[in-house]
């Protein structure tokens, strides 16, 4: 039964694969999972997810939560707007590298301040991060003059449009991105200290690791993965958006739990989150497929979450009732 409930986000994306290509078929006399267009565009919309929950998954196993990750996305996206637009396209690859890296600065500077506020002044991450979440929202409309920054850059464009063997750049990027989390999770004593963490700090400080170190570590490294978002939005949209990871935290987060991650940290893996970014593109390209009008995506994402919260708490009674 545990087994079960620990692979339940595998099922699930089973079966709605299963439903919309029934569906398909009976609709159209066409398949759903099985055309190119159809598999780019899940994978596309399922990276831009992974992109701001593969670093808030590590804050997850910590036993906290990143609200900010929105934000992060939507400053360095309109840094490297800006910086591109000041200085000029013209002088190609170079000028946008500069931009990357003032992005990417941008929104590691909201993960150290986050991890700040959760190390050293003990505030609890979800209040700490809601506020960060307010300012680099502020910081991102008042940089971008309350507008967004449209840019005219082929260099930039290629980095989010383009492809590399027939694969879209950002789904490259998210799956090597993806597979470097896994290992730090996964095959690392960093890793460990995470899970451990999540499961019992005073453990983790009796065994002697910077626990403050650790945490302010966890927040930029979520920082990171939703500035490279940031980056990702500008070059595919040529344009900058402070607001260009709002509608995609709610997803963001919802992929971290659907897939596996405990509210109470000390569990969740990559893989999962990964699985749960699929699962909501998958809802996300059905439903728009099925010609049902955009919004009931959210109503589709909720009733998902709500399913995710009950069978962790379902694992958690069946883990406490083995023990």
């Known amino acids: 039964m545990k087994s ?12 709605i694969l299963g439903f919309f290509e029934i569906y398909a078929r009976m609709e159209t006399g066409q398949t759903f999972l099985f055309r190119i267009y159809n598999i780019q565009s899940i994978s596309v919309a399922a990276s831009q997810i992974l992109l701001l929950s593969l670093g808030l998954t590590l804050v997850v196993v910590a036993g906290h939560i990143d609200l900010s990750i929105a934000f992060s996305t939507g400053l360095a996206a309109v840094v490297m707007a800006l910086v591109i637009r000041i200085i000029g396209p013209e002088s190609g690859w170079l000028v946008v590298i500069l931009a990357m890296g003032a992005g990417l600065l941008s929104a590691v500077l909201v993960g150290l301040v986050n991890g700040w506020l959760v190390a050293q002044l003990n505030v609890p991450s979800f209040i700490g991060t809601l506020g960060t979440f307010g300012i680099a929202r502020g910081v991102a409309l008042i940089v971008a003059g309350g507008a967004t920054v449209s840019i005219r850059s082929e260099e930039a464009r290629s980095f989010g449009n383009g492809e590399i063997l027939g694969i879209p750049v950002p789904v490259l990027l998210a799956l090597v991105l993806a597979a470097a989390c896994h290992f730090l999770l996964t095959y690392t004593k960093f890793g460990v200290h995470t899970y451990a963490l999540g499961a019992n700090r005073a453990s983790v400080e009796r065994a002697g690791v910077d626990v403050k170190k650790h945490l302010v570590m966890l927040f930029v490294i979520s920082a990171i993965t939703a500035g490279i978002g940031g980056l990702v939005y500008t070059g595919r949209f040529s344009a900058g958006a402070a607001n260009a990871g709002e509608p995609i935290l709610l997803y963001a987060v919802a992929a971290v739990f659907i897939g596996g991650a405990s ?23 059905g439903l728009v497929f099925s010609g049902l009008p955009p919004y009931w995506q959210f109503v589709a994402v909720g009733l998902v979450i709500i399913v995710a919260v009950l069978v962790d708490q379902s694992r958690d009674k069946l883990t406490g009732k083995l023990s």
């Open 4 to 15: 079960l409930l620990n692979a339940w986000s595998w099922l699930f994306l089973v079966l």
């Open 263 to 285: 509210l109470t940290g000390g569990q969740g893996t990559v893989i999962g989150t990964v699985i749960g970014a699929f699962i909501i593109a998958v809802i996300q390209f």
